[in-house]
């Protein structure tokens, strides 16, 4: 059974249209990470959750936020996409940031 | 320097080769290491934790060394699966909850 789940799998949307990606999880677990992946790189941490607790990479642009409305579920919101946020977006969760992470599949996003 | 560094590859090996990826890390408070898998357009999976004393699963073998702050991946009798990329990620010191990818070591195994 999937524990990680992202929505859509994959995104299109033209630049500038405000778009939601969702990650949801059955681990319980306490840490939530949302990161950015470009072909050919690692992935970017773009920030992470610590139960409510909200952590924001210093790099990571102002268009990107994110909401954990509760334990389970974790969104990235992109509120004027440009060219250059195509990518893939993956969700990440740990039981407290020391042990293994366990990723979603990702959402591939297109912006036209 | 970067926080956590390996080489890019790509590493082009015969089937049935042995090849071995090696990973620095700069800070010396890290806690916890890991080798995970990607492959093309998925997302990575966890190939294996590395402990200070080695560990060991089927054909991978993966070392820590604190003291040079190196951890490696041993891979034998590879195999055309094993095609992927193999990311060394680190977790950050004690009160940080991020952890700190390498950008990847790419390896193609040949029939």
């Known amino acids: 059974d999937a524990m990680v789940i992202q929505n859509p799998r994959y995104q299109v949307t033209q630049f500038g249209k405000p778009v939601t990606l969702s990650c949801s999880q059955t681990l319980n677990h306490n840490v939530m990470y949302w990161y950015q992946q470009k072909s050919s790189q690692a992935p970017k941490l773009l920030f992470h959750?610590?139960?409510?607790?909200?952590?924001n990479e210093a790099d990571t642009p102002d268009n990107f936020q994110s909401r954990r409305p509760n334990t389970s579920f974790c969104f990235l919101d992109i509120r004027s996409p440009g060219l250059g946020d195509a990518a893939m977006y993956l969700c990440?969760?740990?039981?407290?940031?020391?042990?293994?992470?366990?990723f979603g599949p990702g959402t591939r996003l297109l912006v036209l | 320097r970067k926080e956590v560094e390996q080489d890019p590859g790509p590493f082009n090996v015969p089937e049935g080769a042995t090849v071995a990826f090696n990973c620095t890390y700069s800070?010396?408070?890290?806690?916890?290491f890991f080798w995970y898998r990607q492959d093309c357009r998925k997302e990575p999976k966890l190939l294996m934790s590395v402990y200070s004393s080695g560990n060991e699963d089927g054909r991978f073998t993966a070392q820590l060394n604190r003291a040079s702050q190196y951890i490696s991946l041993l891979i034998r009798d590879s195999k055309l699966s094993d095609s992927a990329t193999y990311l060394c990620?680190?977790?950050?010191?004690?009160?940080?909850?991020?952890?700190?990818f390498g950008t990847g070591t790419r390896l193609k195994v040949l029939a």
């Open positions: 990620v680190v977790n950050g010191d004690t009160g940080t909850y991020k952890y700190i």
């Open positions: 990440a969760t740990s039981p407290s940031g020391r042990e293994t992470q366990y």
């Open positions: 959750y610590y139960d409510k607790d909200f952590n």
């Open positions: 800070n010396s408070a890290s806690q916890s």
